[in-house]
């Protein structure tokens, strides 16, 4: 017996009950099983805007981990750039933040430049929140080795596009990790409409005075 399920999305986990169908029309308990569809590496260029779910559900191949056992990192409709949703790390009163969220599986070339762009903002001008991103090999904080953005002192309402080029050494799947390590009892920090590509020849000018 076998049937065709269609519409599955990677990353997530499926769980399948199953019954036997006996004579007169009895059946048996239930057997539970389950299914995960891993998540391919995407590709350049890659977008992430957060909008194909229902908040607080996490995007295709998303991922987070909550370092704190407190708050974590959520889709929400709490002010997005792009609507209807955005990311958003919700602020603990009595906890720091060390909370992560990564992106899907990316497919990079060793010696290559890439760029990473992305909005972010704080949600109330009287908090200071901190975001630091990284990249490594897995989705998971103790493979965050590489240092692309950090910014420890937002205290912007207004999003800010922050664009940063980095080049991994070797060829392979990366992840890049969003950490969210703000003080306690500060404020909500988002992130919305992530894109990845390799760096064009000419950049745009930075660090103007």
């Known amino acids: 017996t076998a049937t065709l ?10 769980y399948v009950k199953v019954r036997t169908a006996c004579a007169g029309n009895t059946f ?3 057997i539970l099983d389950s299914l995960y569809i891993p998540c391919t590496a995407r590709t350049l260029p890659y977008t ?25 990192w959520n889709t929400a409709t709490s002010g997005p750039r792009s609507s209807p949703n955005s990311m958003v790390y919700k602020f ?14 990316l497919q990079l070339t060793g010696g290559t430049r890439y760029r ?25 904080a103790t493979a965050m080795n590489n240092l692309i953005f950090s910014d420890t002192a937002i205290v912007s309402t207004v999003y800010l596009q922050t664009q940063n080029e980095f080049t991994p050494a070797a060829t392979g799947v990366y992840y890049i990790g969003f950490h969210a390590f703000s003080n306690a009892n500060q404020f909500d920090l988002n992130v919305d409409d992530i894109r990845v590509e390799a760096s ?6 930075t660090n103007l005075s």
């Open 116 to 140: 990473l762009s992305f909005y972010y903002k704080g949600r109330s001008s009287g908090s200071i929140e901190k975001l630091e991103v990284k990249y490594g090999t897995a989705n998971a």
């Open 92 to 105: 603990n009163s009595a906890l720091p933040g060390n909370d992560w969220f990564y992106t899907a599986p």
């Open 48 to 72: 992430e805007n957060f909008d194909g779910v229902t908040a607080p559900a996490l995007a295709s191949c998303i991922t987070k981990q909550d370092l704190n056992a407190g708050p974590a």
């Open 28 to 30: 048996s308990n239930w």
């Open 200 to 205: 064009p020849d000419c950049s745009r000018p």
């Open 5 to 14: 399920l269609t519409g599955l999305i990677e990353g997530v986990k499926y």
